[in-house]
């Protein structure tokens, strides 16, 4: 296959293992920040995905909490495919660190009672929520946690 620009379109989607987190690429500055993508997946690509009003909570919750647990988040967002996450933080290379956070802030979306930001004023798509369906995907993603170091 041609050589793409973007990481993802060179992974071959087949051969991956879900759920997993793998780290896409290193980016550096001009200053010689860092900066660190992950591929958090929680679904089998083309087999699984997360339902649309369960991916938008949990993506509201693993926002909001995971920078109560790491300092270095630029962002998390979900993929369009709907079958996981891109993670990037700036000027920390621990991945182990990473599992740690992901384990914290996915513990936070079990225990949650509400689903930050759900409203017209702060989000595009309010009336598309479920906590319940975000608190699935968290805990079947949990119950997995020993399998996140393997993508393959
Ligand atoms: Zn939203």
Same mark, same amino acid.
């Given at each position: 296959m041609k050589k793409m620009n973007v990481e993802s379109f060179n992974?071959? %989607?087949?051969?991956v293992k879900a759920p997993y987190v793998r780290l896409v690429g290193v980016t550096e500055g001009v200053n010689g920040d860092k900066v660190y993508k992950y591929d958090i997946r929680f679904k089998q690509p083309n087999k699984e995905y997360m339902e649309m009003a369960g991916l938008h909570s949990i993506e509201h919750l693993m926002a909001e909490n995971i920078r109560n647990h790491m300092d270095n988040v630029l962002d998390i967002s979900p993929m369009g495919c709907q079958t996981g996450f891109y993670l990037s933080i700036i000027n920390n290379d621990s991945y182990d660190e990473v599992l740690v956070t992901l384990e914290k802030t996915l513990q936070d979306v079990l225990e949650a009672s509400v689903v930050p930001a759900c409203n017209e004023v702060q989000c595009g798509? $309010? $009336?598309? %929520?479920?906590l319940e369906g975000a608190k699935e995907i968290a805990k079947e993603m949990l119950a997995k946690k020993d399998e996140w170091r393997e993508v393959f």
């Open positions: 992974l071959d %989607h087949t051969k798509w $309010a $009336a598309n %929520h479920s």
